[in-house]
């Protein structure tokens, strides 16, 4: 691992308002609990914009979703993700000057994110108006050690400065969310969601507690501080905000550093947040700064020991790989209270909720190099069970459980049912990972625990929402992957994913009754699963209609897509994209056009279901058609050309997935990163380059290597194995780094594996 590419970094910074709200996001700092945005702490000057928040994953306030018609069933409220409060400001006044990049003279300044140590920092060489020139170095860190805290630490050197310096250090629990009424992928309105309960003083700890408006939940942050030098130091609550200030002196050559911790509690992992927040600072204070420092190394050194994956022979797009494998466990719920917003926690796009995109996108990752965290989004999953089952019933089923399009704490989102709830396939995507995950560690316990439960509900929707028609099981009205066609008859993906669930439901059942009968017999009886739906889930698997033309030798993206006009994106102007922010919705669902891969992501994650011909027709045929409008796009149509040995284009996705967030092709980076395409990144070197595949039978492994590159590697974990795939020109190696011998197949001829393998590279 070069360790050079775990650094990105950016000098002399522009302070284009564009830029700086860019630079937020990228720089923000995040633990799977909490994340704050990489604002000024100063600030920046009056009519600049700015996303400025700190969030927790899973914490969230109702909003009311108006309907100009108010039809049973559909969303009337939704949740959102909170800023909780602003413990980021630290102004700095030198003689009575007050920093700000925006007067005096910047000599120098840069940013920098040190993936292997875990933390930001931000260096600024400034001269004030009055030719004083100090060097300001600001480290921040969401601690892996220590989830509910987040450090900032201020130092400031003098180079010719003599006399004054003072720090003002705010807490603020007065706050609000962005909102852009101009943008459907961020809030529309503003509302206050944080109501202030008590500001205190508890010793040298400010203490803020406030209330949510509707959900009832509370919400503590913790502020406590640390001096280098001696100085006078004053407290003071202001208009519900808590005030830190700290004067001493400074001689030309001297440091003065300001440590400034804040811990955060919520009310939904704890009974009394207020006590929790005062018990971490506590904690927080006998461990420091250096300690916590050495702790988030090693979290770090760990993740990176199991994940790495290795680019030779392109710096640039091996940097951009770990961005975005750093941006995932930054983003990743830690507990079952949580899960992945599809901005993390870097930002509001999307309000912070969750989609389909974990399961299918991001949760490979996890599967592959951290089942712990797999198992948590698992969890997660059955902790909303109970509410996917109210939404089954709210849409018209009798039994089984629905999970949501887009949810926080399980109640659906999505305010436009077309593109939203109508989206069934969420029930199969959160099935395809579950089972992914037992086939890669063979974890029964946890699917007697929860996975069997939500398979076994999930699968029970099936049933009620198909129907069976000249001895096929059809599937109406529901909208797949592709936001761009909606309510549609056998959607193919839907249906093939159905029936691959259906399947599975009907092998764990029998899996499971024959491995431990007491525990499964505790949860058949709990969801009073019978024989007779059992058999169900095996016809309904069988008699699946599964759309194909024979003429094109493809299969339809649902039975109306191929008799609609095409849609001719060469002729569309470049403004015009992404075409939902400029057509109509039922204008687009009227044209074949795809927003993002549907039946060709199919193909990628069952690719069995279809001979080779199809798959290829069908990727030619749909590659015609798609926008790539989606950041879920670009990734997988890398993989299914890595697939067909389209190698150039796999190469040319690859790298518009890979550099998404980093160069801001989407123009929307500032909204939060698009975290559905960083494991997407991630998949389309181990699924496209690497071709590996897991299934019933085992691992499949068929590597390529891109001609621009010298070579790459990666690791997986495979039941209780660490197996790493090097690829270099020419050859390539499976190593077996720790665990048991294993059957393996290899451009579709098994191995085995005991220690190393090496196979000419096809």
Same mark, same amino acid.
Request: proline share 3%.
């Given at each position: 691992?070069?360790?050079?590419?775990?650094?990105?970094?950016?000098?002399?910074?522009?302070?284009?308002?564009?830029?700086?709200?860019?630079?937020?996001?990228?720089?923000?700092?995040?633990?799977?609990?909490?994340?704050?945005?990489?604002?000024?702490?100063?600030?920046?000057?009056?009519?600049?914009?700015?996303?400025?928040?700190?969030?927790?994953?899973?914490?969230?306030?109702?909003?009311?979703?108006?309907?100009? !018609?108010?039809?049973?069933?559909?969303?009337?409220?939704?949740?959102?993700? +909170?800023?909780?409060?602003?413990?980021?400001?630290?102004?700095?006044?030198?003689?009575?000057?007050?920093?700000?990049?925006?007067?005096?003279?910047?000599?120098?300044?840069?940013?920098?994110?040190?993936?292997?140590?875990?933390?930001?920092?931000?260096?600024?060489?400034?001269?004030?108006?009055?030719?004083?020139?100090?060097?300001?170095?600001?480290?921040?860190?969401?601690?892996?050690?220590?989830?509910?805290?987040?450090?900032?630490?201020?130092?400031?050197?003098?180079?010719?400065?003599?006399?004054?310096?003072?720090?003002?250090?705010?807490?603020?629990?007065?706050?609000?969310?962005?909102?852009?009424?101009?943008?459907?992928?961020?809030?529309?309105?503003?509302?206050?969601?944080?109501?202030?309960?008590?500001?205190?003083?508890?010793?040298?700890?400010?203490?803020?507690?406030?209330?949510?408006?509707?959900?009832?939940?509370?919400?503590?942050?913790?502020?406590?501080?640390?001096?280098?030098?001696?100085?006078?130091?004053?407290?003071?609550?202001?208009?519900?905000?808590?005030?830190?200030?700290?004067?001493?002196?400074?001689?030309?050559?001297?440091?003065?550093?300001?440590?400034? /911790?804040?811990?955060?509690?919520?009310?939904?992992?704890?009974?009394?947040?207020?006590?929790?927040?005062?018990?971490?600072?506590?904690?927080?204070?006998?461990?420091?700064?250096?300690?916590?420092?050495?702790?988030?190394?090693?979290?770090?050194?760990?993740?990176?020991?199991?994940?790495?994956?290795?680019?030779?022979?392109?710096?640039?797009?091996?940097?951009?790989?770990?961005?975005?494998?750093?941006?995932?466990?930054?983003?990743?719920?830690?507990?079952?209270?949580?899960?992945?917003?599809?901005?993390?926690?870097?930002?509001?796009?999307? !309000?912070?909720?969750?989609?389909?995109?974990?399961?299918?996108?991001?949760?490979?990752?996890?599967?592959?190099?951290?089942?712990?965290?797999?198992?948590?989004?698992?969890?997660?999953?059955?902790?909303?069970?109970?509410?996917?089952?109210?939404?089954?019933?709210?849409?018209?089923?009798?039994?089984?459980?629905?999970?949501?399009?887009?949810?926080?704490?399980?109640?659906?989102?999505?305010?436009?049912?077309?593109?939203?709830?109508?989206?069934?396939?969420?029930?199969?995507?959160?099935?395809?990972?579950?089972?992914?995950?037992?086939?890669?560690?063979?974890?029964? !316990?946890?699917?007697?625990?929860?996975?069997?439960?939500?398979?076994? !509900?999930?699968?029970?929707?099936?049933?009620?929402?198909?129907?069976?028609?000249?001895?096929?099981?059809?599937?109406?009205?529901?909208?797949?992957?592709?936001?761009?066609?909606?309510?549609?008859?056998?959607?193919?993906?839907?249906?093939?994913?159905?029936? /691959?669930?259906?399947?599975?439901?009907?092998?764990?059942?029998?899996?499971?009754?024959?491995?431990?009968?007491?525990?499964?017999?505790?949860?058949?009886?709990?969801?009073?699963?019978?024989?007779?739906?059992?058999?169900?889930?095996?016809?309904?698997?069988?008699?699946?209609?599964?759309?194909?033309?024979?003429?094109?030798?493809?299969?339809?993206?649902?039975?109306?897509?191929?008799?609609?006009?095409?849609?001719?994106?060469?002729?569309?102007?470049?403004?015009?994209?992404?075409?939902? +922010?400029?057509?109509?919705?039922?204008?687009?669902?009227?044209?074949?056009?795809?927003?993002?891969?549907?039946?060709?992501?199919?193909?990628?994650?069952?690719?069995?279901?279809?001979?080779?011909?199809?798959?290829?027709?069908?990727?030619?045929?749909?590659?015609?058609?798609?926008?790539?409008?989606?950041?879920?796009?670009?990734?997988?149509?890398?993989?299914?050309?890595?697939?067909?040995?389209?190698?150039?284009?796999?190469?040319?996705?690859?790298?518009?997935?890979?550099? +998404?967030? +980093?160069?801001?092709?989407?123009?929307?980076?500032?909204?939060?990163?698009?975290?559905?395409?960083?494991?997407?990144?991630?998949?389309?070197?181990?699924?496209?380059?690497?071709?590996?595949?897991?299934?019933?039978?085992?691992?499949?492994?068929?590597?390529?290597?891109?001609?621009?590159?010298?070579?790459?590697?990666?690791?997986?974990?495979?039941?209780?194995?660490?197996?790493?795939?090097?690829?270099?020109?020419?050859?390539?190696?499976?190593?077996?780094?720790?665990?048991?011998?294993?059957?393996?197949?290899?451009?579709?001829?098994?191995?085995?594996?005991?220690?190393?393998?090496?196979?000419?590279?096809?």
């Amino acid at each position: 691992m070069n360790n050079d590419n775990l650094r990105f970094q950016v000098r002399q910074l522009s302070l284009d308002n564009d830029d700086l709200m860019l630079n937020e996001t990228l720089f923000h700092n995040a633990n799977g609990y909490l994340g704050v945005r990489s604002n000024f702490e100063e600030g920046y000057p009056d009519g600049y914009l700015s996303i400025r928040g700190q969030y927790i994953n899973g914490f969230y306030d109702f909003a009311e979703m108006k309907q100009a !018609e108010k039809l049973y069933g559909l969303v009337e409220e939704k949740q959102t993700m +909170l800023n909780v409060a602003d413990t980021q400001g630290i102004k700095l006044y030198i003689n009575g000057e007050e920093f700000s990049k925006f007067d005096g003279e910047v000599v120098e300044s840069s940013r920098t994110l040190d993936m292997g140590k875990g933390w930001s920092m931000r260096e600024v060489l400034w001269r004030s108006p009055g030719k004083h020139e100090v060097r300001i170095t600001v480290k921040r860190m969401a601690s892996f050690h220590l989830l509910p805290l987040f450090t900032i630490e201020y130092e400031v050197e003098s180079v010719n400065f003599d006399g004054e310096l003072r720090l003002v250090s705010t807490h603020i629990g007065n706050v609000q969310n962005y909102f852009n009424p101009n943008d459907p992928r961020v809030a529309g309105e503003t509302f206050q969601y944080i109501l202030p309960v008590s500001a205190e003083f508890v010793g040298e700890t400010s203490l803020l507690v406030s209330n949510t408006s509707k959900s009832g939940l509370q919400v503590a942050s913790a502020v406590r501080h640390e001096c280098s030098k001696a100085g006078q130091e004053s407290r003071f609550i202001e208009d519900g905000t808590a005030i830190y200030e700290w004067k001493t002196e400074l001689a030309p050559g001297e440091k003065a550093t300001l440590v400034k /911790y804040t811990v955060l509690s919520d009310s939904i992992r704890s009974a009394s947040c207020r006590d929790e927040a005062l018990k971490l600072m506590e904690r927080v204070s006998a461990i420091g700064l250096n300690r916590l420092y050495e702790e988030q190394e090693k979290y770090l050194a760990e993740y990176w020991e199991n994940c790495a994956v290795n680019i030779y022979g392109d710096d640039e797009l091996s940097m951009a790989v770990y961005f975005n494998l750093y941006q995932l466990i930054q983003s990743v719920g830690k507990d079952a209270y949580s899960n992945i917003a599809a901005k993390g926690l870097s930002g509001e796009g999307y !309000e912070g909720h969750y989609f389909w995109d974990t399961e299918m996108y991001m949760m490979p990752f996890f599967s592959l190099t951290n089942p712990e965290i797999a198992k948590s989004l698992i969890r997660y999953r059955h902790n909303i069970l109970d509410q996917a089952r109210d939404h089954a019933r709210l849409m018209g089923h009798a039994r089984g459980a629905l999970y949501p399009w887009r949810t926080i704490m399980g109640k659906e989102c999505s305010g436009y049912f077309p593109s939203g709830s109508a989206q069934y396939h969420i029930n199969g995507d959160i099935a395809y990972a579950i089972i992914t995950y037992y086939l890669l560690t063979k974890d029964t !316990e946890l699917m007697l625990e929860c996975g069997a439960e939500i398979l076994f !509900e999930t699968a029970r929707l099936w049933l009620d929402a198909g129907h069976e028609h000249k001895g096929k099981f059809h599937i109406h009205n529901v909208t797949g992957p592709d936001e761009y066609t909606c309510l549609v008859n056998n959607n193919y993906y839907t249906n093939v994913l159905a029936q /691959y669930h259906l399947q599975w439901a009907f092998k764990f059942y029998h899996l499971l009754q024959e491995q431990d009968s007491g525990a499964f017999s505790k949860v058949i009886g709990k969801i009073g699963l019978t024989e007779a739906e059992i058999a169900a889930f095996r016809e309904a698997a069988e008699r699946m209609y599964l759309p194909y033309d024979e003429e094109l030798d493809i299969n339809p993206q649902d039975d109306s897509f191929l008799s609609k006009k095409k849609w001719d994106i060469a002729g569309t102007p470049k403004d015009k994209f992404p075409l939902l +922010l400029h057509y109509h919705p039922l204008y687009l669902y009227r044209h074949q056009v795809c927003k993002q891969p549907d039946t060709v992501l199919a193909h990628f994650i069952l690719e069995d279901a279809q001979k080779l011909s199809t798959i290829r027709n069908s990727f030619n045929y749909y590659e015609k058609i798609t926008t790539h409008d989606s950041s879920l796009s670009t990734c997988i149509f890398s993989i299914m050309a890595s697939k067909l040995g389209l190698h150039d284009k796999a190469y040319e996705y690859f790298g518009e997935s890979s550099k +998404l967030d +980093l160069f801001n092709t989407h123009k929307n980076t500032k909204d939060g990163i698009h975290a559905a395409n960083l494991g997407g990144t991630y998949m389309a070197i181990v699924y496209g380059f690497g071709g590996l595949r897991v299934k019933e039978q085992g691992l499949f492994i068929a590597p390529t290597l891109p001609d621009l590159w010298e070579g790459y590697d990666f690791k997986i974990r495979f039941e209780d194995s660490l197996i790493q795939i090097v690829v270099r020109r020419g050859a390539f190696e499976v190593l077996l780094l720790k665990g048991t011998t294993k059957e393996i197949h290899i451009y579709g001829e098994k191995h085995t594996l005991k220690d190393r393998l090496q196979v000419e590279l096809k």
